[in-house]
Every structure is written in structure tokens, then in C-alpha cells.
């Protein structure tokens, strides 16, 4: 069996140290870090150090300039869609402020996507939906909804959702769906007996996307959506 490097292993576990340290203001913006200070602190060489800054100064977290080290940004020039990102801001103090304007986000897009969904999607697709919405239930009903197979077929759910829409700029945005839905699971936020009208509505939603009517598909996903608002507005 070939050896395995350990770089890529180095390469996300500083990555991720670094993001969630900066997210949760550990460091600060305008606070000013050099590349050696960085290799020092990690352990690790210079070339992992350059990786791993060239990835936050792709999500606008970091600037580095010659001869003056790597620069802390403000938030307002983070990419704050980047599901990295998403993930790491949902594990800081607040982590409940970020559930709230994500799930402000979903609110304006699902039912937009469920829309375009009846209109667009394949009968196929709408059975899809249909078959994953009746998977949500059962495992809801047994008392499943905070485990990881009700998660994944949450997931499949609003991310076929997404794609169903024909819309290839709403369909890039399921990394974001998928961290919400995660981090309510990792939160403690998902019950194990999740209410009985959250399945009611994503069934409605895949049955009116296969009887192509976009109001009611549209009704139905605002529904699901709005279902996890209260319970965010309620804590």
C-alpha cells in the first residue's frame, strides 16, 4: 500500500485554525501576521504556509504584500457565501445570527427555485423529490430527525431542489442550503420528532412541481423554510 503524504492532512488543519480564528476574531482585522511567524506557529514549511494563505486571500478573509506580512480583512470583504466560510462563522459566539440571515437567504430563494422547478423539471425529478420527501417523513416518524441519514436526505432534498430550478446561478448555491441544514444537525437545533407539517410540506412541495403548479410549489417552499425560521425566531 503506497505512503500516504501528511501535507494535505497539515494543509486543512492549518486552514482551518487559521479561518475559524479569524471568524471568531481571534485575530482581528488589521492585525498583521508574517509568513515565517505563520511556519513557526504551524510547524510546517513555507510552501503550506503560502497555500494556505493564497486560499483565505481567495475568500477575501486576508491581503498579503511584500514586506509588510499577511493582513487581517474586515468581514465586509470576506466572499461570505463561500460554504467554508459559512461553516466556519457558524462555529463563533454568533453562530445564531448566522442561522438567522442564512435562513433569510433560503427564504428568498427556495421557493423561487420551486417555482421554476414546476415549470422546468422533468416528471423524473419531481418523483425524485417525492420518494426523498417520503424518506424524510419515515425516518422523522421513527424518531430520526436529529440523525445523519435524515440530514443527508435533507440535503438531496433542497439541493435537487435547487438544481430542478434550470437555473445554474441557483443551483451553485446548494453549498450554502448544505451547511445550514448541517450545522442546525451539529447544533442541536434538529429535533428527533421533527412536526408532522414539516413533512407535509415538502411533499406538497414535490407534488405540485410534478402537477407543474408553480404557485402552490412556491407556497409549499416558502412553507418549509419559513417552519425553520420560527423555530430560529422561538430561540
Same mark, same amino acid.
Not at 28 to 55: H, K
Given at each position: ?33 508574517t ?27 486576508? *491581503? ?28 463563533g ?10 435562513? *433569510?437567504?433560503?427564504?428568498a ?127
Amino acid at each position: 500500500m503506497p505512503n500516504l503524504s501528511p501535507a494535505p492532512v497539515l494543509h486543512n488543519s492549518i486552514l482551518e485554525r487559521l479561518g475559524t480564528e479569524i471568524v471568531q476574531g481571534v485575530r482581528p482585522a488589521g492585525s498583521v501576521i508574517t509568513l515565517a511567524q505563520l511556519e513557526d506557529e504551524a510547524g510546517v514549511s513555507r510552501t503550506v504556509i503560502r497555500e494556505v494563505v493564497r486560499i483565505l486571500e481567495s475568500m477575501g478573509m486576508v *491581503e498579503s504584500r511584500r514586506r509588510v506580512g499577511v493582513t487581517v480583512l474586515p468581514a465586509t470583504s470576506w466572499s461570505v457565501l463561500d460554504p467554508q466560510l459559512i461553516r466556519w462563522r457558524l462555529t463563533g459566539a454568533e453562530r445564531l445570527a448566522q442561522l438567522h440571515r442564512l435562513t *433569510e437567504m433560503r427564504l428568498a430563494l427556495e421557493p423561487t427555485a420551486a417555482r421554476l422547478a414546476a415549470r422546468r423539471a422533468t416528471a423524473e425529478v419531481g418523483i425524485e423529490l417525492l420518494d426523498l420527501a417520503s424518506r424524510l417523513r419515515i425516518l422523522g416518524e421513527a424518531g430520526r430527525g436529529h440523525e445523519q441519514p435524515y440530514l443527508e436526505t435533507d440535503i438531496a432534498f433542497h439541493a435537487l431542489l435547487l438544481a430542478a430550478s434550470g437555473n445554474d446561478m441557483i443551483a451553485s448555491l446548494h453549498g450554502i442550503v448544505t451547511e445550514v441544514l448541517a450545522s442546525r444537525t451539529d447544533l442541536g437545533l434538529s429535533p428527533a420528532h421533527p412536526v408532522a407539517v414539516a413533512f407535509d410540506n415538502h411533499e406538497g412541495v414535490a407534488r405540485a412541481i410534478m402537477s407543474r403548479d408553480e404557485n402552490l410549489a412556491e407556497q409549499y417552499a416558502r412553507a418549509v423554510v419559513m417552519e425553520v425560521w420560527q423555530e430560529l425566531s422561538d430561540l
